[in-house]
C-alpha cells in the first residue's frame, strides 16, 4: 500500500506527508516541482527514512506521472500541488492555469488510465483525493449564512478560478469515467512551514525584523483559520471513509477579521519576544487593497462532521501560540526561505543524486 502525494514539499503538503507517517508506515511517493514555495527543508526529519521517496518533477509531465503510478502502484493519490497566492494570480496568472487546471487534468488523465489497469477490489478502493479551496464560491455578504458543499462556485481571482476549473474537471472525471474521487475544500490554513508571503507568517517574520505590518485595505476582510494539523486530519478521514464523488468543506469555526489576526500576533510577538523599541502594533500600516478583494470566507463544516465525524481539535487561542512559538524557534528556516538558501537543499542533501 502506497500514497502517491502532489506537492508535499509546500506548506500544507509537507505538514500532511510529517503527519501521515508519524502515524502510519504506509510509503508516500512525494511528487514535487519544488518551484519557489516547494522547500525539501521541510521534510529533513525524514532524511534516510525509506517510507518517503521524493521525486523532482512535474504533474504536467504525463509520463512521468504514468511511470510513477505504475512503479509504485498507490493505493490513492493525494493532489495538493498548486500555484497557492492570490497576489501573485493577480500578476502573473499562466502559471495558475497550467498547474492547477492543465495539471490536475493530467493528473487525472493518467490515474483514470491506472486505475483502468486495476482488479475490481482494488478499482473500489482507489482514491483521487483532490484537495480544495474555499476561495471558489465567491465572497459572503456580512450576514450571509457560511459555504456549504452546495454553494454556488463563483470564483473571483485568478487563483480561485483555477481551482474552480480544477474541482470541476475532478467532479466530471467521476460522472463521467467512475474515476472515485473525493475533493475537500478547506478555508485559510495557518501553521509551521507556512511560507512567508501569505498573511501570518508574513506578520511575524516582519514584525521579528522591525517591519511594517502590511494590512491590505482597512483590514476587516473575514476569514475562516484552520490549523493546519486539522487539515491534515480531516483530509486522512476523508481518505479513510470519505464517499466517492463527493465533496466535504473543512474549516475551523473561526472567523475572523484580518486587523484581529494582525493585533492577536502583535500581543502573543509582545509577551513572548518583547521587542525594547515597544509594541509590535506600533508597525501596522494599511495599504492599497488587493484588486478584486474578496470580503468574507466563512465555512459550513457540519457535513465532514455528520458523516465522518471531524472536528478540528486546535481552537485559534491554541493554533496561533503554536504557530508563533513554531516560527520563534525555527529563525533559520526563515532565514534559509528569505536567503533563498533553501532552494540550494536538494544539492547539499542529496549532492550528483538530486
Ligand atoms: P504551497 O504553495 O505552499 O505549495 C504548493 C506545492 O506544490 C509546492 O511544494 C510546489 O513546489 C508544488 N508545485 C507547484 N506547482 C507544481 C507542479 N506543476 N508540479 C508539481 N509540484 C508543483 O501551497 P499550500 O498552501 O500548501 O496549498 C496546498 C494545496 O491546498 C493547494 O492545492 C491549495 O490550493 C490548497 N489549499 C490551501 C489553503 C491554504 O490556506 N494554504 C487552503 C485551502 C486549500
Ligand atoms: O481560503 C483559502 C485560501 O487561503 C487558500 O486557497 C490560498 O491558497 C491561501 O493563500 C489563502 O488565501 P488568502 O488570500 O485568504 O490568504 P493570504 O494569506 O494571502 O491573505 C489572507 C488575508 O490577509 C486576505 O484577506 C488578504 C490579507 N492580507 C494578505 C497579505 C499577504 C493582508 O492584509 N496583507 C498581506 O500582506
Redesign the pocket.
Known sequence: MTLLV????????SNFVLDWLRGSDEPVVN?????Y???LENLASLDGDARHVFVR????DRALVDQLLATHRPRALV???????VDRSIHGPGDFI???VN?TYTLLEAARGFWNTLAEAERAQFRFHH????EVYGSLAPDAPAFTETHAFEPNSPYSAS?AASDHLVRAWHHTYGLPVVTTN????YGPFH?PE?LIPLLIVNALAGKPLPVYGDGRQVRDWLYVGD?CSAIRAVLERGRPGETYNVGGWNEKPNIDIVHTVCALLDELRPDPAGPYARLITHVTDRPGHDRRYAIDARKIERELGWRPAETFDTGIRKTVAWYLAHGDWVARVQSGAYRDWLQRHYGDKA
Open positions: 502532489t506537492g508535499g514539499a509546500g506548506f500544507i503538503g511528487l514535487d516541482a519544488l518551484t514555495a516547494g522547500n518533477g512535474d504533474i504536467g493532489h495538493f500541488a498548486a500555484e497557492s497566492h497550467r498547474t492547477n495539471g484537495v480544495s479551496t474555499d481551482k478547506c478555508s485559510n490554513n511560507f501569505k487539515h
